[in-house]
């Protein structure tokens, strides 16, 4: 029998208990411009890569509580008025961008692209930080930073991804992988739900997907298939990248 994890249920406890222990809460902009509580707070970082409604979900549930958090949307999921509507309810809106994958690691082309993207983003909303998507790629979008214009010349306070020591300062807590907290952290949304409890950490991030929740156990379980062949395809997509990889060295070797 599997015990529902990662529902509506559970986060909007999660966010009770945070509340109830004396946590404040900050976006990643208050963090990169260094006007974060001093007390203890925790980031809430969602990275809303697949079914967006979703995030309206968590967004209301947030909202209904005073809380903000930091929504990064991708292109795809960046509909003009979802980001509106997530902004009006007292969050942050950040781009989360795949421009240098896109681009296949030109980095002039993929600053055109960013540009281009941010630029319909602020359209809609104020957009002050981004964070880069995990692609499926031999590229990595955050090396976009490596060549061309800066954060800064962007006006942006920072890439969460980037210019945030979250592993430094803050306990990270990510729903990446269905385990939130690595090794010796807690498995389980209960089990995070406890350490929050126990006022464990003075300071601490989580990185939730939107997609990940839903909104009952019916969904849970549907999810879970979902999320198991993403998992085995990435598997078998990343096997074939180092086969392909190693295909090519062969050759170049050859004269
Ligand atoms: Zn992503």
Redesign the pocket.
């Known amino acids: 029998m599997i015990r529902p994890d990662y529902t509506l249920a559970l986060y909007e406890s999660l966010l009770d208990t945070a509340l109830e222990a004396g946590y404040a809460f900050a976006t990643i902009e208050d963090v990169l411009t260094g006007s974060e509580p001093d007390g203890p707070h925790v980031v809430l970082r969602h990275?809303?890569?697949r079914r967006p409604r979703n995030a309206l979900l968590l967004a209301r549930a947030e909202a209904d509580r005073g809380i903000t958090a930091t929504y990064?949307f991708?292109t795809k999921t960046a509909a003009p008025d979802r980001l509106a509507r997530v902004e009006s309810m007292g969050h942050e809106v950040g781009y989360?961008y795949?421009d240098f994958v896109r681009a296949g690691g030109d980095h002039d082309r993929a600053h055109a692209l960013f540009a281009e993207n941010l630029a319909s983003f602020r359209e809609h909303a104020t957009v002050r930080t981004v964070?880069?998507?995990?692609n499926l790629s031999r590229y990595t979008n955050i090396d976009l930073w490596d060549r061309g214009p800066s954060v800064s010349e962007y006006d942006l306070a920072g890439d969460a991804c980037k210019s945030m020591d979250l592993h430094g300062t803050y306990a990270y807590r990510s729903d990446t992988d269905r385990r939130w907290g690595g090794t010796g952290g807690p498995e389980t949304t209960p089990e995070l739900i406890a350490e929050l409890e126990a006022g464990e950490f003075d300071r601490i991030a989580v990185l939730a997907?939107p997609s990940r929740w839903t909104t009952g156990a019916l969904e849970y379980v549907y999810q879970l298939g979902w999320d198991t062949a993403a998992t085995s395809t990435k598997r078998a997509v990343a096997g074939t990248a180092r086969i392909g990889t190693a295909t090519a060295k062969i050759r170049e070797a050859t004269p």
């Open positions: 990275d809303v890569d990064y991708r989360h795949e964070a880069g998507h995990g997907h």
